[in-house]
C-alpha cells in the first residue's frame, strides 16, 4: 500500500493489481477532518484493513463512505468500517443483483443515502459535489472535490504505465449512458482528475483524455455495437491498455440490443 498526499487533508491509498498483460492501481481516497474520515470508495476487503490499521494508529475513524459504484473493488472493504454511513447511486441494486449471483451476499453493505441524480456535502474544509454519471455501471457516480478535483468512477481508467484504457461498459450498461457522462464532464467546473485506476490528470491533459473515451465511444454506438477495435480508437492500438475490454464491449452490447 502507497499513500500519497494529494492535498491538504486530502490522501490517496493506492494498491497495485497484476493481471496476465497488464498492471494497474486501484485507489481509495479519504478526506479527513479532525478525527473523523469520509472515504471515496474502500477498496477489496484486505486493502481496506489495511486503511484501518493506518487510521487507527493515528486516531481517526471513519465516518461516512461515498461508494461510486458496486464492483467488488470500490465496495467491498466498506464491511471493515460497520458503523460507516454509506452513500450511492439509487440504481445500486441493478449492479449489486448481478454480483449476487457470483459472490456472497455478506460482502456487500447497502446503502444509508441514495444518489438520485446529484447531491451535495460539507466536510470540514471540503465541498463535495455528488453526481449520478451511469455509463460504466448503471450505478456509476462520480464526485468533485471543492471544484478543482474529479474522482470520475470507472468512467476513465488507466494503466500502471500511464497507457489509456478505454472505456468499459459492465454487463445492463448502456454506451449511450457512458457518452453522456463523459460530455457531462466536459462542462463540469474542475481542475485535475484523481483516477481510481490510474495517476492525476493534470488541466493541460484533461480535453485529450476525455475527447478519446469521446470518440471511442461514438464510433461504438454509431456501429450499433459491432465496430472493429481499430475503428474506433482514435490513436493506434499499441498506445492503449487493455484493448480486449472491446470484446466485452461487443458481448454485452448484443445483450443490450437482444
Not at 136 to 147: A, G, K, M, Q, V
Not at 150 to 169: A, E, V
Not at 207 to 223: A, P
Request: proline share 3%; hydrophobic share 35%.
Amino acid at each position: 500500500m502507497k499513500i500519497v498526499s494529494i492535498a491538504p487533508n486530502f490522501i490517496k491509498f493506492e494498491f497495485i493489481e497484476n493481471m496476465d498483460r497488464v498492471s494497474y492501481t486501484t485507489n481509495v481516497f479519504a478526506l479527513i477532518h479532525n478525527s473523523r474520515v469520509v472515504l471515496i470508495d474502500s477498496g477489496y476487503l484486505e486493502y481496506s484493513k489495511l486503511i484501518k490499521d493506518y487510521f487507527d494508529e493515528l486516531n481517526l475513524t471513519v465516518d461516512s463512505i461515498i461508494i461510486t459504484h458496486y464492483h467488488r473493488d470500490h465496495c467491498e472493504g466498506s464491511l471493515t468500517f460497520p458503523k460507516a454511513k454509506i452513500y450511492a447511486s439509487n440504481d445500486y441494486m441493478i449492479t449489486m443483483k448481478r454480483l449476487l449471483k457470483h459472490y456472497d451476499q455478506n460482502l456487500y453493505k447497502t446503502p444509508d443515502f441514495l444518489i438520485a441524480n446529484y447531491s451535495h456535502l460539507e466536510f470540514g474544509s471540503f465541498n463535495i459535489k455528488i453526481y449520478k454519471t451511469p455509463g460504466h455501471t448503471p450505478c456509476s457516480i462520480s464526485i468533485i472535490l471543492n471544484d478543482f478535483f474529479l474522482i470520475p468512477s470507472d468512467l476513465l481508467l488507466q494503466d500502471i504505465n500511464g497507457k489509456n484504457i478505454i472505456p468499459y461498459m459492465d454487463i445492463g450498461a448502456d454506451p449511450n449512458n457512458h457518452l453522456k457522462s463523459l460530455r457531462k464532464f466536459q462542462i463540469l467546473d474542475f481542475k485535475e482528475i484523481c483516477l481510481s485506476h490510474g495517476y492525476i490528470i493534470h488541466k493541460n491533459q484533461i480535453s485529450s483524455f476525455i475527447t478519446e473515451r469521446i470518440y471511442y465511444l461514438e464510433r461504438f454506438i454509431e456501429s450499433h455495437y459491432t465496430a472493429d477495435l481499430e475503428y474506433c480508437l482514435m490513436q493506434d492500438k499499441s498506445q492503449y491498455a487493455m484493448t480486449e475490454i472491446h470484446r466485452v464491449n461487443l458481448r454485452n452490447g448484443k445483450k443490450l440490443k437482444a
